[in-house]
């Protein structure tokens, strides 16, 4: 193997690859990356065995400035072909494998000799592509996932709710997290008629957003085991999480006794505020509500109290105090993303939910908790 | 106690007193901010018993807003004040004692209350004033202190050695710090004729390092306990390092058979490259000059290898290998802050130095380590 490519394209693949890699992988080839050239083209892969990025960069592209002397592949730790790459001062590097595994990379007056691992002790990633197909566009792909990944779980008790369920039913692709104190609800239309239930991890769903490009559209194939999803040349393919995602429809409550009308930025800084005082970690926050005002209040024993009216854009129903995670409200909120809120109570025990009425796709539902005084 | 104040400047004083805080103080007082306020002025202290911060602010600055509806003074929690502080979200905010040591903190619709502690349970920090004074230009300090700090230890082992020692005779002042495996001495001249022999804890001086505003003159206070440096209307008083400091100056060669001029930010650059390479987390670096070039090495048996070749701009001697801690040079050609150094050896197991034709004021000495093949 020997070749000649520009650091900048080349040093942006290898930060792409690299995010599937864990620093500690048990199997010593899983923290390298594997880089695979051929005349026309060189191709890198990532992988900690449940994510795996691979990246194909072809010489079509003239600004990557490739030119093949020997074909071959080698297998360089992560950490250490990046730091070399990126601290190369040159416009093109150069790769070659000069005894056994033992690989120079050079650049400039600079040459770094370092120890690999051959090509073939890669563990074979199957990256061919499952049956059932569709696009996206990215923006669409990007909004599901921050609009629903931080109402996954993070404990590995129930392993189905730490990711997010994609379940398609004709035209229609509901994407649903929950940790079962809350939960954010997407429901988006599909292009073709597909029928798919599916959990992807929401690790592997961060790494996606990292990689999406907003102009590009995205090819998503999955079958019960693996989803991939194609973005621009990067192929991320990620293992699925096993067992039947809970029936959600119903937790989700469909009559309201009180509505509140509220412009989101206002409400935001004073959840925000209001959190500073926290119970054991946790910030709860009470709202009590009626037509003219909203205050919102928080207090302990050790640290003290804090206390916020706001005036609402308008509320319906008769005075209602509810008290909440100010963390998990604030997320909702945010994640909404809209200059105002509407959120719908039924009761001071009961579930609520935050929606806005300029984005109808989207719900975030809350479980409450018992109120103090 | 009873008073309103701009949000910004009060937060500003807020944090600059709270850097003196230890988060976790034996003492609860002095996990607090002590406010004290007159009919004129607000003064604010914040301590961890070996550095001190204390700041006034005069209602001569119309900035400040300050008007006192009542006097007294109290003792608040700092992470909690200064988080409420930053939230409020109005131009101004009134704090005002309303139950013993409760205490209310409010702006725009906002209102905390929060528990503090009396003023009266404050320790008694001796703010007064020691006999040996003079001034110094604040870029001048900063300087001295960034071109030296680095090189204190951080092993109690020998505590005078965790600080810089500042000895003046006559108009001469010598900043010196060492770690005993490099050394950094820097000399200036003072406007009065002067004695005295004092060890500042390096964490003392990076704090007033972040206080120092550069258009000001720093005026300084010192006795054999402690120093004072007055900033503006900001106070940082330190306790000494207790001990006598050591010799240093026969240590520092003065004959030498080998000197490198060469441009700083190629080597610098070269180091960095080559410091990827680390034995047991330490990046040993090999020189090997002479009249035409320096190449720059290093290895591991783990890693690999790597080798740089840079033109000097004068060398003079015969042929040289010298190994050396890479991080050590790096800081202290960084210290130095020319485009040009000058690095004189007088043989491979003896400590080199490194100094600029461009200031002649700053010197720093590193000891080699030896060369292995």
Do not use: W
Not at 119 to 125: E, Q, T
Not at 323 to 346: H, M, N, P, Q, W
């Amino acid at each position: 193997m020997n070749f000649k490519i520009s650091k900048r394209i080349f040093y942006n693949a290898l930060q792409t690859v690299a995010r599937a890699i864990s620093p500690n992988s048990p199997l010593p080839a899983l923290s390298g990356i594997k880089i695979e050239v051929d005349q026309e083209s060189i191709t890198l892969t990532g992988s900690d065995a449940d994510t795996s990025i691979c990246k194909t960069l072809n010489s079509t592209d003239e600004d990557l400035h490739l030119f093949v002397k020997e074909t071959g592949s080698i297998i360089l730790e992560s950490r250490y072909i990046l730091e070399i790459v990126r601290k190369i001062d040159a416009e093109d590097v150069e790769i070659e494998i000069i005894d056994g595994s033992l690989t120079r990379i050079s650049g400039y007056q600079a040459e770094f000799k370092i120890n690999g691992m051959r090509g073939n002790d890669y563990p074979s990633i199957d990256f061919s592509k499952p049956n059932v197909q569709f696009t996206m566009d990215s923006a669409l792909l990007s909004k599901i996932i921050t609009q629903t990944i931080f109402a996954t779980s993070d404990k590995e008790i129930r392993p189905v709710l730490t990711g997010v369920n994609f379940k398609a039913t004709g035209n229609r692709l509901e994407c649903v997290a929950t940790d079962s104190y809350r939960l954010a609800k997407k429901i988006v239309t599909l292009e073709n008629e597909l029928n798919f239930n599916i959990t992807i991890p929401s690790k592997s769903l961060s790494e996606v957003l990292k990689v999406l490009d907003e102009k590009e559209e995205v090819a998503i194939a999955l079958n019960d085991k693996k989803v991939q999803f194609y973005v621009g040349d990067t192929i991320i393919q990620n293992r699925l999480i096993d067992g039947a995602y809970p029936e959600t429809g119903r937790l989700i409550p469909t009559d309201f006794d009180y509505v509140l009308d509220i412009d989101s930025s206002s409400l935001l800084s004073a959840i925000d505020r209001a959190s500073f005082i926290k119970n054991e970690g946790i910030s709860i926050i009470k709202l009590s509500m009626d037509e003219n005002e909203v205050i919102i209040s928080s207090k302990s024993q050790e640290v003290g109290s804090c206390t916020e009216t706001l005036v609402p854009q308008s509320y319906k129903g008769p005075h209602l105090d509810i008290s909440f995670s100010g963390k998990y409200v604030y997320d909702a909120i945010r994640a909404l993303g809209e200059s105002d809120v509407t959120i719908s109570f039924s009761g001071e025990m009961k579930p609520f939910i935050i929606k806005s009425e300029k984005d109808d796709s989207i719900l975030q539902l809350i479980l409450p908790v018992r109120t103090y005084n």
